[in-house]
């Protein structure tokens, strides 16, 4: 059965049981606990949960926008059905606004409304980040030139993390580090998230990285390894509870179904041709069964 499903609901019940109930920017409490670790062997699971839907093709065209077209134009995901980073879209105008808890004089977090002047070249992105800084720093460019001439290099990794441009972006990345290696044909990677959305972010995320892996093990002539996965500040929003206690009992009283299988074109030899138009031909999830969609809000 799915190794994944019962390692994020486990996760799920420790944040329950011994999280602490804290405040944040957005206004939403969370309930956190200050870390979590997951290990995934990509040769005997591909990750995806099936306690509940998770949206496959948004999810890929998600990780395909940032380090594939490596942009940070939400109108990209938009043409192609994708509404993922509508919330954090900077306006025509040049503004993005939203209502957060800001830390006041008296040292407690007041709700007010902000509004950011990012300027109007930066209209319809989300600032520098994400796919900015992949493309500013030629990330995956890098990343793939090292893995294919230097396997034994101890120096890859992209940080989506730079200091100079964090001012200038609506969200910095939340999974924000990427460590590869190459060990026994194998291609293997460590990522950090410094703030996990547990319900809405880390299932996407997980799954996206692990196609990663396996996209970057194809156009490299290696096998997919391991996937660790690092987590500073694991939390579920307290208008999340319901939901998740939701995709508990359907593990207790339904249980999970078997781990899907990923398809990736067996012709694609680089990483720039994998189809990132609106079908992803290329990247296809098989053999998915799950228990259905669970609505959880987005806290902005």
Known sequence: MSNWDKDYLNLC???LKEGKEVENRTGINTIKVPSHHFHFDLEKEYPVLTTKQLFFRQAILEMLWIYQAQSNDVRWLKE????IWDEWEIDEDGKWKAIQNIFGEDGKLNKIEIEKDFGKEWAHTIGTAYGYIVNKFKLIDNLINKIKDNPNDRR????????????TAVLPSCVWSSEWDVTDGKLNAWVHQRSCDVPLGLPFNVTQYATLVNLLAQ???LKPG?????????HIYVNQIDGIKEQIK????????????LYINPEIKNFSDFDNSKDCKDIKILNYKHHGKINFPIAK
């Open 250 to 261: 359907r593990m207790d009283e339904l249980g999970d179904f078997p781990a899907p299988d």
């Open 80 to 83: 192609r059905d994708v509404h």
């Open 13 to 15: 019940r420790r944040i």
């Open 219 to 221: 156009v490299c002539n």
């Open 156 to 167: 890859m990794l992209m940080s989506l993390w730079q200091d100079d441009y964090l001012d």
């Open 226 to 234: 391991t996937l660790d996965w690092s987590i500073k500040d694991a």
